[in-house]
């Protein structure tokens, strides 16, 4: 779909974006495409919100993000926003490490993967071709339904979705439950659910994709660092002539007399509407004024995702034989150890390189498994949820929502708020899942649904 022209006939409004995440960047550049005219607030000096990177001692990290599921979804986004994207595959994606010294690995390659699995679990890989073959007809289906913000029944029908209401349905665990294969080959596939800390027998069945994605379209890093991918949409909303308000937090959002009043620090400013990239639950609860008590105590009743506990590492030794290694013991305590050496085509054996662990609690950084190929190791940096709080402006120390089957269901946050005329959302809240390339959809959508309001 070619992006709306300038040409159109609808009116040039005057648009506030509130944060410079993923989702914020992606709703500016979209606006700008259509002819509005765009002013960006963020309150922290640079844009690109959790999806930035940062130096230390010479190395480029990545403050969240450090792999990209979804490269369909980012390309569309890419694509629909006219900007480059250079993504660099990654073969041999995850491995498991489970207390009692098996280990599951994750290549780009289903044959191989299945063909390890066999090797521990005798069968196992022929119930995962065929359950990888299912989830990738339940993709192909639904794909399409991830560029439509709420879809509704008719839409599911006209792209074929409707046959898979029963997995949509169900839960993770239920739908890999059918799959006949064993727990830990499931727990293997549901990791991105263990390492956000979100019990599995909540988690939404679509979770299940990301063994699809990873055989068929494949895993992906931006050859630049996650940063990048931000950096080139700023860039694309600057040449385009968006304004950007940097270390201005936005203190209130106020729906007066059909227009939006934006308040700073300093003062206030009107607009015909507002997107906000801030916290979805928290532009509700703390950004805007007059929410009735039971959509409030509603949003209060969400749980939220909390962004975890990282350290970043340098590193000198062998590389991983997988770009990420995760580690999961009894209790559904979940580590991971990332290697960006994996994705060197020469990594040297005596240079430093940034390396990170990542987990779903503080007791993450209590043992050291992912050092055993390591000649060396330093922290230099640790974020906690507090940290992480004050740093990105996150309401509640927290991410978005949960993205848990039932809120799925429910259909997440909407785009175009029912709540408040004049205001959008743009970010993880409104998508399923806390995924940069949601993220980037989501400000196209809410953009788009801006657009097309007649107020
Ligand atoms: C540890 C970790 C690992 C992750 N791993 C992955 C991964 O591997 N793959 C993946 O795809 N995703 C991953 N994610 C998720 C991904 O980073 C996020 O979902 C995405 O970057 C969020 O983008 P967003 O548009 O919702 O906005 P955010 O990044 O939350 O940005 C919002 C911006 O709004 C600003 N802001 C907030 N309030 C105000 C205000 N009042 N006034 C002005 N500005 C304001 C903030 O400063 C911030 O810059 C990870 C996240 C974390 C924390």
């Not at 339940?138 to 339904?145: C, E, G, K, N, V």
């Not at 992912?370 to 740093?391: H, M």
Request: net charge positive; with cysteine.
């Amino acid at each position: 779909m070619p992006p709306a022209s300038s040409e159109d006939e609808t009116l040039t409004r005057k648009v506030a974006v509130v944060g410079a995440g993923m989702g914020g960047l992606a709703a500016a550049v979209r606006l700008n495409q259509q002819g509005h005219d765009v002013t960006v607030f963020e309150a922290r000096p640079d844009a690109g919100g959790l999806a930035s990177s940062f130096h230390l001692q010479g190395l480029r990290f990545d403050y969240g993000p450090y792999i990209l599921l979804d490269e369909p979804g980012l390309t569309w986004a890419f694509h629909q926003l006219d900007v480059e994207l250079d993504l660099v595959p990654i073969e041999a994606v995850y491995e498991v490490l489970f207390d009692d010294g098996r280990a599951i690995r994750f290549y780009k390659d289903r044959e191989r993967t299945a063909s390890e699995m066999d090797r521990t679990w005798p069968g196992s890989g022929e119930q995962y071709l065929k359950l990888v073959s299912r989830l990738e007809r339940i993709y192909r289906d639904t794909q399409p339904l991830q560029f439509v913000s709420r879809p509704g029944l008719a839409r599911l029908i006209r792209v074929g979705a409707a046959r898979h209401v029963g997995f949509f349905l169900r839960g993770l665990e239920s739908v890999l439950a059918r799959s006949g294969l064993p727990r830990k080959i499931r727990d293997a596939i549901m990791i991105w659910t263990h390492i956000a800390g979100q019990p599995t027998t909540k988690a939404p069945s679509p979770l299940a994709l990301v063994a699809a994605l990873i055989h068929g379209a494949g895993a992906y890093y931006p050859r630049n660092g996650m940063g990048s991918l931000a950096a080139s949409l700023k860039a694309a909303a600057r040449q385009r002539g968006v304004r950007f308000r940097y270390d201005t937090r936005v203190q209130h959002l106020r729906h007066d007399n059909g227009r939006m009043k934006v308040e700073l620090a300093e003062g206030q400013s009107e607009f015909d509407a507002v997107v906000s990239n801030a916290h979805g639950v928290g532009t509700y609860l703390s950004l805007v004024s007059r929410i009735a008590p039971q959509v409030a105590s509603q949003l209060q009743r969400l749980p939220l995702q909390p962004p975890g506990y990282c350290e970043y590492l340098r590193v000198k030794g062998e590389p991983s034989s997988t770009y990420l290694r995760f580690r999961l013991t009894g209790g559904n305590d979940c580590r991971l150890f990332v290697d960006p050496r994996h994705l060197e085509s020469n990594p040297r054996a005596d240079a430093w390189y940034p390396a990170r662990l990542v987990g779903n609690s503080e007791r993450a950084h209590g043992d050291d498994w992912w050092k055993e190929s390591l000649d060396a190791v330093e922290v230099l940096e640790r974020r906690t949820p507090p940290d992480w709080g004050r740093e990105f402006h996150l309401y509640r120390d927290s991410m978005n929502p949960v993205m848990t089957a039932r809120f799925m269901r429910q259909g997440r946050l909407a785009h175009k708020s029912p709540f408040v005329p004049g205001l959008y959302l743009a970010g993880s809240s409104t998508h399923p899942g806390q995924w940069v390339s949601f993220c980037a959809i989501s400000g196209i959508l809410a953009a788009d649904q801006l657009h097309e309001d007649r107020f």
